[in-house]
Nanobody
Framework: QVQLVESGGGLVQAGGSLRLSCAAS????????MGWFRQAPGKERELVAA???????RYTDSVKGRFTISRVSAENTVYLQMNSLKPEDTAVYYC?????????????????WGQGTQVTVSS
């Protein structure tokens, strides 16, 4: 079966950095859109970043210039480099994969989801 496993979350002070990884198994996603979403307590899940088969990317405005999504297709892995972290970045971060190739920011376009990894940024 398809499985997405996130890693790299943890505790970090404001201004610090973390790198999240998402390892996919069960099928190849080299030509599929993939994304990172996050959900903070009391808030709805929101897109953080997305990347399509062509490597075109999209970011939510609050992370532009600080976060970078990338992928290594040969490894079936997607990364999220997070720099200059702020307390408002605190959330559970989820990796997701789409059955479609073009980059998409719509959560409904993503069919497979990981279990999430906690990112906590202290003041």
């Amino acid at each position: 079966q398809v499985q997405l496993v996130e890693s790299g979350g943890g505790l970090v002070q404001a201004g610090g950095s973390l790198r999240l990884s998402c390892a996919a198994s069960g099928r190849t996603f080299s030509r599929n859109a993939m994304g990172w979403f996050r959900q903070a307590p009391g808030k709805e899940r929101e897109l953080v970043a997305a990347i399509g088969w062509s490597a075109i990317t999209r970011y939510t405005d609050s992370v532009k210039g600080r976060f970078t999504i990338s992928r290594v297709s040969a490894e079936n892995t997607v990364y999220l480099q997070m720099n200059s972290l702020k307390p408002e970045d605190t959330a559970v971060y989820y990796c997701a994969a789409s059955n479609r190739g073009p980059v998409t920011t719509d959560s409904n376009d993503y069919s497979y989801w990981g279990q999430g990894t906690q990112v906590t940024v202290s003041s």
